[in-house]
């Protein structure tokens, strides 16, 4: 990680997001006096499970994804964070640590933004609480569903959801695929890396999909949502 200043060339002058336009000019200055805009390469962990925060991230450039750690090397991927998301939302509220982890998948520009400097502007502005409300229950119901098909689907209903979900990414992230091995889409799906292989070479054979070394292409996009579907 690696604090940009005014003077360098990646410095981003502001923060481009919907939920900031509804600030007034005296919030505006609260967040940029209680920001720090920072580099994270690509590898770089953006959030540790479990450790202290006392900021919220907003992520200006890049695409990152979001895990739980288990014991030992075991992890599992929750989803990919891309430009204009936050991290961390809960530090405002409760927590103090990151109950998650979240790595760069690309190179990351990020605001850290003091978590006093939201809470704030959050009593004083409703629009703008109402639209971090918003998406820390769009983040909830996506770890509810997450939840749901680990329970009920099967190997292949979850595999077949994992690449569905990689792929409605690809108008923002086109190389969404590039950046992720299979062991990523294994713990995306909640299976073992060898499962995951196994099935991606039998879904390629149905038709359904196409494999182009670490590029994945959907060719049948209605099967697999059948697949998914029935779990």
Do not use: W
Not at 145 to 174: C, F, H, W
Request: aromatic residues 10%; neutral net charge; glycine residues 8%.
């Amino acid at each position: 990680m690696k604090t940009i200043f005014e003077t360098d060339r990646e410095f981003i002058c502001d923060i481009q997001a919907p939920c900031f336009r509804d600030l007034s000019p005296e919030e505006t200055g609260f967040i940029r006096a209680g920001k720090t805009q920072v580099l994270f390469r690509k590898g770089d962990n953006l959030t540790k499970q479990g450790a202290f925060t006392s900021y919220v991230l907003f992520l200006a450039k890049g695409l990152a994804k979001q895990y739980l750690e288990g014991d030992s090397s075991k992890t599992f991927n929750l989803r990919i964070i891309r430009s204009g998301e936050f991290l961390g939302l809960s530090a405002v509220f409760s927590e103090n640590k990151f109950g998650y982890s979240a790595s760069a998948l690309t190179d990351c520009q990020a605001f850290l933004i003091e978590k006093e400097t939201i809470a704030k502007v959050i009593k004083q502005n409703g629009l703008f609480g109402f639209s971090l409300a918003r998406r820390y229950c769009e983040q909830n119901n996506n770890l509810l569903s997450v939840i749901q098909d680990l329970n009920y689907k099967q190997m292949n209903g979850r595999l077949a959801g994992t690449l569905l979900y990689l792929d409605s990414l690809r108008s923002e992230a086109p190389d969404i695929f590039q950046f992720l091995s299979r062991k990523d889409l294994a713990d995306f799906a909640g299976i073992s890396t060898e499962s995951a292989v196994k099935l991606l070479k039998l879904f390629e054979k149905d038709g359904l999909i196409e494999l182009d070394e670490k590029d994945v292409i959907l060719k049948n996009h209605g099967s697999l949502s059948e697949i998914s579907k029935r779990g």
